[in-house]
């Protein structure tokens, strides 16, 4: 057999001319020529080495090469319309992926619950995770290596756009038999003296917190910064320091009763939670359902507070 594969106008007129049983109809079903399809054929055997149709009269069928070649041929064939299919329905809903950001915390108490439903709606866009703080995964949505962040709102974030999602107030938790739980009663010197448990110092959150002390006139001890939520709260219960966490972070803790949330000082410690993607595109379909499933589910967060 020759190297020379045969290529897909060879392979559809073979197909017709197998379903037609004539060069005739086959011409005639492709918008060809008789001569074209003949000469196609006669390509077509040279290439392969075999003969794949015999002609009797005006009818043509197939020899024993060519029943199995034509069910190659529409196995080939069917494969490619189907890439078509799919690939046409990737320029309708705009990509076959979406790249999200999202700090840690949310990874695990939004995205799993945003994700399951998403997949219902685009069961076969592949979406990819990037864990890490607002900012940083702020700079690889500019870069376009994200689709789209989930992050806390700053003051100024000119390059991008953004969509609120849902808010959120951060809570004190201690142990239960921790002196500040059965009193409201927090003088600033005990404020100043008491160790408290932040996450990681990089981050929009950790700011908030500083703003916050400074507006009550405390300055504090050097806050303990971790980098995970879980590890606030194993080290408030056993009484390392007060933890400083989202009620949504905390709240299986605080419903069996091994961590309560306290106040200290009389403002809260607001946040507001937002989707974004970078201004010079609009969001894609398959983005926009993602930031309203975001919205629906992020508002049962927000509301526990």
Not at 75 to 103: H, N, T, V, Y
Not at 114 to 142: K, N, Y
Not at 163 to 170: K, Q, T, V
Request: net charge negative.
């Amino acid at each position: 057999m020759s190297e020379l594969l045969p290529d897909l106008r060879q392979l559809r007129s073979f197909v017709a001319v197998a379903d037609e049983g004539s060069f005739t109809l086959a011409a005639k079903k492709l918008y060809l020529t008789q001569s074209a399809i003949s000469h196609s054929m006669k390509a077509l055997e040279d290439s392969l080495g075999c003969k794949l149709l015999t002609r009797l009269g005006k009818r043509t069928s197939l020899t024993g090469e060519g029943e199995v070649f034509l069910n190659r041929c529409r196995r080939i064939l069917g494969e490619l319309e189907l890439a078509g299919r799919e690939l046409d329905g990737m320029k309708r809903w705009g990509q076959s992926r979406i790249r999200i950001g999202a700090p840690h915390s949310l990874c695990q108490f939004l995205l799993p619950t945003v994700l399951r439903e998403f997949r219902d709606c685009f069961p076969r866009c592949e979406p990819s995770i990037e864990a890490g703080d607002t900012a940083a995964l702020q700079e690889l949505l500019l870069a376009h290596d994200l689709d789209v962040v989930i992050g806390m709102r700053g003051k100024d974030e000119p390059e991008v756009d953004s969509r609120a999602i849902f808010s959120d107030r951060m809570i004190f938790v201690v142990p239960p038999m921790h002196p500040w739980s059965d009193t409201d009663e927090r003088p600033i010197e005990e404020i100043e003296d008491t160790q408290f448990i932040i996450y990681a110092k990089a981050t929009k959150t950790y700011g908030l917190v500083e703003k916050h002390f400074e507006r009550m006139g405390a300055r504090l001890r050097t806050p303990l910064a971790l980098g995970d939520v879980e590890a606030i709260k194993e080290m408030a219960k056993i009484g390392i320091g007060v933890g400083i966490v989202a009620p949504w972070v905390a709240r299986r803790e605080i419903e069996e009763g091994s961590l309560k949330s306290i106040v200290v000082g009389e403002e809260a410690i607001e946040r507001e939670w937002a989707v974004f993607w970078n201004k010079d595109r609009p969001m894609s379909l398959i983005e926009e359902t993602f930031a309203g499933i975001a919205a629906m589910v992020g508002e049962a967060l927000g509301e526990e507070v």
